[in-house]
């Protein structure tokens, strides 16, 4: 029969991982707001007649806004992840970011990307280098290097 301390750790530990799906949840919701809200001040103000000066201000203080939110509920849950650590509960392998380890891997695919289109431009450039060679060469010219 587990006692109170151990009934009182496992609702701590539900909890915090509630607060962290939570979180997540947050995360998500304001990186969509971040992508929507600038669109629809963008259609308003090509629709009305207003000033667009109007309608840049609110566009660059909502993005700050919705940074400064991201960044509030990412702190709180680096911190909430951080007591977890300090009275033991999770190991410190456990405590990951919100939004780290996506942009880590975001990056690491354009890196990715990247490297493929240089060695796809390289490859595609070395076989017109070729054509260009061979047509020359049916046309009788000689190339200069």
Do not use: C
């Amino acid at each position: 029969m587990p006692n109170e301390k151990e009934i009182m750790y496992d609702r701590f530990l539900e909890l915090q991982q509630q607060v962290h799906l939570k979180n997540q949840k947050k995360i998500r919701v304001g990186l969509k707001v971040n992508i929507i809200l600038p669109l629809i001040f963008l259609t308003i103000s090509f629709l009305s007649n207003r000033s667009k000066l109007v309608f840049l201000v609110l566009w660059i203080v909502s993005l700050f806004g919705i940074a400064f939110y991201l960044l509030y509920v990412e702190y709180m849950d680096f911190k909430l992840q951080e007591r977890m650590k300090e009275f033991g509960i999770i190991d410190s392998e456990e405590n990951e970011a919100l939004i780290g380890n996506e942009v880590v891997q975001g990056m690491r695919d354009i890196n990715n990307a990247q490297k493929e289109m240089v060695k796809d431009i390289k490859e595609r450039k070395d076989e017109i280098k070729k054509e260009i060679k061979t047509e020359v060469k049916k046309v009788g010219g000689k190339i200069k290097k």
